[in-house]
């Protein structure tokens, strides 16, 4: 997305097809591991969580609506597999259906590679702010309460549990891009975000095209108010879900990309 390598984009297709394809079960549970052309063992929550990182980012660089709809699917399925309710919050790393342990563990310390409670975190706020489903925000939001007091004692341990709440407490941004994915325009727009750093936003695309809108809108319904006005490329961007006027104009684009977020 950033370099606009063709040849990266399709390899990320390739293997996010491979395992929405063939590493599930019948009941579409996602499964761990493939070998010598079998897969199984039920995936554990990083497995889920990393797979719904990789979704996010692929349908933010394709806009292609499954992609989105797999990540949205897979945080319910998370959601009912992995999540602490006798704490309130939080994940476990093993499903109800793993084999049984003596105690299944709950980690969020973020070594090397991210803990899947921080990256299911960053998802979870991601995903809902993409399809403006509140109750997985406030799943995340229940979950800070739990890891408070640890966070606050070794902060230096959780740095992207901290990235997430960074993201949580915001200001973070919603650009939604309208109209024809060939227009000069819409490309123009999509090259204006891919080419800044804004780690706090999320970016959807409403197509024109009554069929593929209806693919998106199905994932994010909210997209059925934010159209392309008088059929030309439209920009809306919002923050905390307040959006400001909508433009069509690219170098105004550009400016509300490069304005600061209201304190």
Known sequence: RVLEEPRYDAAARRAADFFMAGMKTKGDRLLHRFRDGEAAIHGFLEDYAFFMWGL????????EPRYLAEAKQLAAQAAGLFWDESAGGGFLLTGHDAEELV?????????????????????LLKIGRLTMDHALEDRAASSFQVFAEQIEKHPSAYAQTLTALDFAIGPSREIVIAGDREDPVVVAMIHAVNSRF?????TVFHPAAKEEAAKIEAAAPFLKAQTALNGKATAYVCE????????????????????????
């Not at 905390?240 to 304190?263: G, M, Q, R, W």
Request: charged content about 20%.
């Open 198 to 202: 804004l780690p706090n936003q999320v």
């Open 103 to 123: 105690t299944r563990p709950k980690e969020l310390y973020d070594g090397a590679i991210p803990s899947g409670n921080s990256a299911a975190l960053l998802m």
């Open 240 to 263: 905390n879900y307040v959006c400001k006027i909508p433009t069509t104009d690219l170098a105004k684009f550009h400016e509300l990309l490069d304005s600061h977020y209201s304190s």
């Open 56 to 63: 996010i980012e692929l349908y933010e660089t394709t806009f």
